[in-house]
């Protein structure tokens, strides 16, 4: 089963806007990533964020992380054509299962030139 | 540096049939785990392996077996396939230490008919 949902589940916005999705999960996490998947292809690494930080930046990524509300958001600033892709969260769902990696369902990005 | 690599890229199967698929990790990594992604789904955790054993498992039945080789790469096995069994298959490789990013293959594409 999915761990979490992200919102929305689609997303089109115009090159140069900036592009936030949400993600909330159901269990106690020791730490969330988020991932992007270009279209058939595996999945990317962007961003890591422990359970004991509240906000990380790498490049035009921005990620943001409430434990007691259970979610998190990630944040892409000036869009490109290039970001589009499907965006997914994903946690450690049990405390202790090293890398077992519980995906949320997804939010697929378009970004129009 | 190569990263993970996986093969066939396509598989196209009958139902009851029995499918092996491969996966080399990225150089330096000692943990592959395996992920089933259906279509306009996130992926789900099948099993990870790390020093030839299995680790942790996910809810999937006896029918899906891995194995992992001296050398870290590592074969995922289903048996008595079935048409839900159809789905992009994901290798990941990471280390074994806590918080380590997964790094993906390109996956398998198997349809079962």
């Known amino acids: 089963s999915q761990q979490g949902e992200e919102d929305p589940q689609a997303l089109s916005i115009q090159e140069g806007e900036n592009a936030t999705m949400n993600c909330s999960y159901k269990t106690s996490i020791n730490n969330l990533q988020w991932y992007r998947q270009n279209s058939g292809r595996g999945l990317v690494h962007l961003i890591l964020?422990?359970?004991?930080?509240r906000e990380k930046h790498s490049g035009r990524l921005r990620v943001t992380l409430d434990t007691s509300k259970k979610s998190s958001s990630l944040l892409i600033t000036a869009s490109r054509a290039a970001d589009t892709a499907s965006y997914f969260c994903a946690t450690d769902g049990e405390l202790g299962a090293t890398n077992k990696l519980i995906f949320g369902t997804g939010t697929l990005l378009a970004v129009q030139p | 540096d190569a990263g993970v690599t996986q093969s066939p890229t396509h598989l196209i199967k009958t139902r009851g049939q029995q499918v092996t698929l491969r996966c080399s990790p990225k150089s330096g990594h000692d943990t592959v785990s395996w992920y089933q992604q259906a279509l306009g789904q996130g992926p789900q955790f099948i099993f990870q392996y790390y020093e030839e054993e299995e680790r942790q498992r996910g809810n999937f039945p006896d029918r899906f077996s891995g194995h992992q080789f001296p050398n870290y790469s590592s074969e995922l096995n289903v048996n008595a396939l079935l048409l839900g069994d159809s789905a992009l298959y994901l290798c990941a490789s990471s280390l074994v230490a806590g918080n380590s990013p997964l790094h993906f293959g390109n996956g398998t594409r198997l349809t079962v008919t």
């Open positions: 964020i422990r359970s004991n930080e």
